[in-house]
């Protein structure tokens, strides 16, 4: 019997706030499935933020205001609302933890605290 490993997928529904970090930081992979509706397309997409800074890979969907956050490498991008595509970007990952685990590593330097630094000396600058 071949024995699967790092491949558990679990939909946990509402998690309190308290506990996501400590959730996140058993997680590999992360995933944003917005749809482009107006909701999604001019928000401050808090939730990234998080699954950054526990250093998790990211599936997310490619619109504007997560563009702006991430490089065309630094998520693997699916189109917004096709479950096909989102499917598929996850298993591209699962397919490749070493690309992963490096996706993570990468994140995990985009903390509040390196976000804040950047924007201080930006405005020391002008």
């Known amino acids: 019997m071949r024995r699967r490993q790092g491949r558990r997928l679990e939909f946990r529904g509402h998690v309190p706030q308290q506990e996501v970090m400590r959730g996140l930081a058993s997680a ?16 401050s997409p808090i939730k990234l933020f998080e699954y950054m800074a526990a250093g ?16 065309e490498d630094e998520a693997v991008w699916v189109r917004p609302g096709d479950p096909a595509s989102l499917a598929e970007g996850i298993r591209c990952l699962a397919a490749d933890p070493e690309r992963a685990r490096r996706m993570g590593e990468k994140a995990r ?11 201080a000396g930006l405005l020391r600058a002008i």
């Open 28 to 43: 590999c992979i992360a995933v944003l499935p917005n749809r482009d509706d107006p909701d999604c397309r001019y928000t």
């Open 56 to 71: 998790c890979a990211i599936v997310a969907s490619d619109l504007p205001p997560l563009r702006a956050v991430l490089a």
């Open 109 to 119: 330097g985009f903390t509040w605290r390196a976000r804040a630094e950047r924007l």
